[in-house]
């Protein structure tokens, strides 16, 4: 009766830990001696819940409000399912073509003016 | 397309939503497209958030964390059959060892390759990811460690609540559990769990 009390016990400290709520450290081992070793290990547990959770508000993360660089800002909102993330089309690899054919064109065209302008300079000559 | 057209695509989505990860998982196995995006759109951003805080800043400005999560998510869901044993669970915790493992590669990489800017790795060698800096090498390593100890299901639990920090009633729906309580029940048996296989050296941590 008395390991199932303390495994309920366990429990609500381990359901505090993935909430993030504060948990009284020295009170719950003092009600629990025999489980010292489980409440240590769940201390650790704590740190590390909270280090994934400060790392998702790093200022690189694209979770957080505040990233400058990383994708657009619907990219940015807490929660991951309230947006649509980036599909993968033709058009992301095909809008860097566009840019630069585009370019060679325009400087293709201007090569061509140049020779037709030099031409009809020298057709006038004669 | 029709209105009619759109609104049977959006409600398809809609359902599809609501579907566990093995669900989709089988629908993917089967062909389905819709339900492959379904899967993209459900975990590619908070896989990247994730790899976000196992990569030091100096890594981030040389290597395209974005590209590299997407580029495993994608090979994995198209080599489903071959890959990913069957289970719950199975899938995330596939994906999580892979992810883990191209990131330590290619932090390797970025150290082995030619000295352009010495500074810079220099600093590669020396500077610890976002999770490092806030809990230590050491207690990342034995959580990894533990990680690896359990269950697919019960790693599935806690990377979706812990690390990526899903909603209980998200993680009720992708695990396919009956409700948000339950879910939250086999979170906290998983950390239990986790907490004995941790087996942290000096006792307490301080």
Known sequence: MEDQDDNAALLKVAEAVSDGKPVDWDAAQSRHDEAEMDLAHLQALESVAAAFRSARQHPENPDNPCAGSLGSSAWRSGDPHSEEPRRLSPDNTLSGKRKSGTLRAGVLLALGLSALYLAVRWLWRL | ?206
Not at chain 2, 32 to 47: I, Q, V
Not at chain 2, 90 to 99: I, S
Not at chain 2, 133 to 152: H, N, S, V
Request: proline share 5%.
């Open chain 2, 1 to 206: 397309m029709s209105p009619g057209a759109s609104g049977t695509k959006s409600s398809e989505h809609a359902a599809l939503s609501l579907e566990s990860t093995a669900a989709l998982l089988s629908r993917v196995s089967a062909g389905e497209s819709a339900a492959r995006e379904e899967l993209l759109s459900r975990y590619l951003l908070p896989l990247r958030r994730w790899a976000h805080g196992r990569l030091p800043d100096i890594a981030r400005d040389l290597l395209d964390t974005d590209d590299l999560v997407q580029d495993t998510l994608l090979r994995t869901l198209s080599r489903l059959q071959d890959l990913v044993p069957t289970g719950d669970g199975a899938f995330l915790v596939y994906l999580r060892r892979a992810l883990l493992n191209r990131i330590k590669d290619h932090l390797r990489r970025l150290r082995r390759r030619p000295a352009r800017e010495p500074l810079k790795e220099t600093l590669l060698d020396e500077k610890p990811s976002p999770l490092e800096i806030a809990i230590g090498r050491e207690t990342l390593a034995k959580y990894d460690e533990a990680m690896q100890r359990l269950p697919d299901h019960q790693q599935e639990a806690v990377m979706l609540r812990v690390e990526m920090g899903f909603s209980y009633e998200q993680i009720a729906r992708y695990l396919g559990c009956r409700s948000a309580n339950t879910a939250r029940m086999t979170v906290a048996r998983a950390l239990l769990r986790l907490a004995t296989a941790m087996k942290v050296a000096n006792g307490r941590p301080g």
